[in-house]
């Protein structure tokens, strides 16, 4: 089961969260190292940031002893707040990637990422932290790793560190990573987005769609968390599309086929299903409709598709974020409907290219 | 030049058998004298930080002799040295619990518990009463399964909760219904 792995920012390595769960005979929650039996520098600061009387989960969850195994110690301060915040919430909607330690850094059966650097305090403030240029710094490794795989990656720092000379190193990375999104919060809830119902929540907005750029690795996409007016909400909502898949029309020399992910509850990052592979009939409308809400499309191009053969989706004319996984014998190009906005009956255009030219084209209307 | 037995005068054999009966002497002498001294052994308990010890540690865990003598040393070191019933206190899912007698000048009340995930550690919690000062160290002994000693963890919120691999040397001894339990 795939999920998000969260990670925590430090001066020294990113730490990821490698596992949390609930251990309900023990008197204080404890961080740990590695699945093992030895206590992180943090865990007396981590048990009063969970407890009832001084923290800030255990009044959410009603649970106050966890153990919250990380996979380097934190020496000091109080930024991992964020990050454990994070991964509670998360974890309490079961959708917090768990790992074996030897495995921290593989990003297996992980869906996307969070890096986290800031303080929370009771009230669910988000406050300013240190050394964030270094903590980005250290993590360039991580986030190399989720390019090479094609993983959205989403930065959440507190608003009281949006410095320019903050966002010229953040431009940088991301022009280096595109998919890096940052989300600049002040203040965290608790609540659980997957259980509002599947329609716009207040609550949720999504970021504008970038401008195309050059080439497809240019075109990630990543925006994983709905951030409106600093209020920080994890996992978006759906809207839900029925129906059944109807192609039909002629071949073409290069072959795509596609596949989708949906969701009958509308929720795109657990338990959603994956159908079979469908051709692309080009010069034609393929319809697509789903009961369930749609998470993601993939499309797989002909491993033996010449050199310089591409894909590009386009909605309302404008040229949609792709994802490329060139990991595979044929390249994979994954178009993530949850970090968009569609209304239902969304017609999208899908041209084959060869070397920046239109060779096919086909229209695909999700119902 | 070498010299023979035989060629020795009698003085000179005298001298050589004193000698060797000296060094003899010594060597038994010094074969009776344990591992362990006790000075170690009260240097080792007074100390809050006593760092790796691992002859101590070794000698503890297999050595009836240094169980014992150490066990003297605890019982003499000072009047806050306690022995907490083994069987006094019985806490549900607990492999073993227990808890400072009535007339103890400190309520502390100790449990194992297991970890209710892989890879199946155990915590060792002990829980300080008011106005207790908290344990620095845990003496466990059992006949069967030897002694050791651990410097505990600072309390906090009135708890010291610390995590053993599940073949921690304590999980074995914790689990006779006859140990003995020290905290100072």
Known sequence: MTGTAVFIATTQTPVRILRLVVEPRVSLSTACLNLRASKASISDAYNDFVSLDTGIIARHT????????????????????????????LSHAGKL???????????????????????VDVSGRVHAVSDIERKLAQSRALFADAHRQCLPVCLMLPEGNREPSLQVTLDALQAEYPSLSVQFISQVRFDDPSALPPTA?????????????????????????AVSAGTLLLVGALAGVKGFVANSGASSAVEVSMRWE???????????????????????????SLEGALCRIEFDLDKAAPPGTSLEILADQRPLDLSLDR??????????LYLLQLPKNSLFTINLMQNDKKMESAQLQVE | MNRQWKDLDSATRNHIQQAFITGSLVQEWAE????????????YASDPNPGEQPAIARALRRDPTTQTR?????????ANTLVVASAAASVPDAPAAGLTANDSPQRWRYRLQVSSHPPHDYYLIIEVGANSEAPTRLCASSNTEGAIDLVLDTAHRGVIQMLLEKDHPLISIMADPDRIIRMW
Not at chain 1, 264 to 286: I, Y
Not at chain 1, 328 to 336: F, K, S, T
Not at chain 2, 32 to 43: K, M, T
């Open chain 1, 62 to 89: 009603q649970q106050e002893n966890y153990r919250l195994d990380l996979s380097d110690d934190i020496a000091q301060g109080n930024s991992w707040q964020l990050g454990a915040f994070i991964g509670h919430q």
């Open chain 1, 97 to 119: 990637a768990h790992c074996d330690p030897s495995a921290a850094t593989e990003l297996a059966d992980v869906d996307r990422i969070i890096w986290a650097s800031g303080e």
């Open chain 1, 201 to 225: 929540d207040p609550y949720l907005t999504l970021p504008a769609p970038r401008p195309p750029a050059q080439g497809f690795m240019g075109k990630y996409r990543s925006a994983i968390a």
């Open chain 1, 262 to 288: 949906y969701a009958k509850d509308g929720r795109c990052f657990s338990e959603r299903t994956r159908s079979e592979p469908r051709a692309v009939r080009w010069e034609r409308l393929n319809k697509l």
């Open chain 1, 327 to 336: 990991s595979r014998v044929a390249p994979r190009y994954l178009l993530n």
């Open chain 2, 32 to 43: 009776q004298v344990p591992e362990i001294s006790l000075r170690q052994l009260f240097a």
């Open chain 2, 70 to 78: 150490y066990q003297q040393v605890l019982d003499a070191l000072c």
